[in-house]
């Protein structure tokens, strides 16, 4: 998440925290909000970790996953700093936020709210104080150091738990290279600008993680197919002007591509292809005239015919994982 994300009320995530729980606390920074906070991250990091280490095979660009979302005290703003600090219990600037279930962090022994003194020996920062400028700076720097950890090589973190100094040695996966982050207030958006993917906070309440990771796959294969830089390369104009002309066409085309190539994402990390079409046909009503405007965007019922029979073909190829032909078109500049 974002600096900005971590300040924000956080209102939709907030209610649905335990109503004992969320009253607790009457800026409704409550033990239960900052639960909530990490129970999003989990889910979130859980899809990304799937997605990107089954289609490693789909990705050019590759780094260590970990299977940990990380996040720094520094992110959180000096209203809520102590309580963060209390909830998530660092002893340090980074931290462990969570682990993804039987991902290489958590079967190295790696815990929720551990905090970490180095990454393959490059210390990172001790607890912040006063002056400490606010911002995500800690947690983006200790990312780098991971991404740069040669793929397959054991990472060393030497984690502070209970008062005690540990030297863990993580296994990682190789997986696609992709930030992924959960954009807060903004209702059902969903962004991929190359490097980061963005999911709408309101995905987390009401919406399953096989539904978010529809998504998810959509966006990462926007990444995957480097379409912000091919449609920059096409000089396409993706404001006002984005539903006009060879602007449209190009944009629908990227737009299709993404969703096609999303369901062999989701297939591959052992989803069910189905679940897109059905996606589209139940919920995407709600999002077109939303993100998935309805001229750039395929129409979600148009949407969901095209998946649909791409999914059935997908479902019965028995290899995993399959590389669609969709994936030659990320070398072919957009025209
Ligand atoms: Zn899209």
């Known amino acids: 998440m974002s600096t900005i994300a971590r300040l924000l009320p956080l209102a939709l995530l907030a209610a649905a925290a335990p109503p004992a729980e969320a009253a607790r606390a009457d800026d409704g920074l409550s033990p239960a909000?900052?639960?909530?906070?990490?129970?999003?991250?989990?889910?979130?990091?859980?899809?990304?970790?799937?997605?990107?280490?089954?289609?490693?095979a789909l990705c050019d660009q590759l780094q260590p996953?970990?299977?940990?979302?990380?996040?720094?005290?520094?992110?959180?703003?000096?209203?809520?700093?102590?309580?963060?600090?209390?909830?998530?219990?660092?002893?340090?600037?980074?931290?462990?936020?969570?682990?993804?279930?039987?991902?290489p962090a958590d079967r190295a022994g790696v815990r929720a709210n551990d905090s970490i003194a180095a990454i393959n020996d490059v210390a990172q920062p001790p607890l912040p104080d006063s002056t400490t400028p606010e911002g995500a700076a800690a947690r983006d720097a200790a990312e780098a150091v991971i991404v740069r950890s040669p793929l397959e090589r054991p990472v060393r973190l030497t984690?502070?738990?209970?008062?005690?100094?540990?030297?863990?040695?993580?296994?990682?996966?190789?997986?696609?290279?992709?930030?992924?982050?959960?954009l807060l207030g903004s209702g059902l958006g969903a962004t991929a600008d190359g490097a980061i993917v963005q999911i709408g906070e309101r995905f987390f309440d009401g919406y399953t993680?096989?539904?978010?990771?529809?998504?998810?796959?959509?966006?990462?294969?926007?990444?995957?197919l480097r379409h912000r830089e091919r449609l920059d390369a096409a000089k396409i104009n993706r404001g006002l002007l984005a539903e006009l002309g060879r602007n449209g066409r190009l944009i629908r085309e990227t737009e299709d591509q993404a969703d096609l190539l999303g369901i062999y994402l989701l297939a591959n990390a052992g989803y069910d292809p189905m679940a897109a079409p059905r996606f589209?046909?139940?919920?995407?009503?709600?999002?077109?005239?939303?993100?998935?405007?309805s001229r750039t965007h395929a129409s979600s019922k148009a949407r969901a015919d095209v998946l649909e029979a791409a999914a059935r073909e997908i479902a019965a190829t028995p290899t995993r994982p399959i590389i669609p032909p969709v994936l030659a078109t990320r070398d072919v500049p957009l025209r």
């Open 280 to 293: 589209w046909r139940q919920k995407g009503g709600n999002i077109d005239g939303g993100l998935f405007r």
């Open 209 to 224: 993680d096989e539904e978010i990771a529809v998504v998810v796959s959509h966006e990462l294969a926007h990444n995957i």
């Open 159 to 182: 984690i502070l738990r209970g008062g005690r100094r540990l030297s863990i040695m993580v296994k990682p996966v190789t997986g696609c290279r992709s930030r992924f982050e959960i």
């Open 65 to 103: 996953q970990l299977g940990m979302p990380i996040h720094a005290l520094t992110q959180y703003g000096p209203a809520a700093r102590g309580r963060a600090a209390v909830a998530f219990g660092f002893a340090s600037t980074v931290g462990v936020e969570a682990v993804v279930a039987n991902g």
């Open 33 to 56: 909000f900052f639960e909530t906070l990490r129970t999003a991250d989990l889910r979130m990091a859980t899809i990304a970790y799937r997605l990107t280490t089954a289609n490693a």
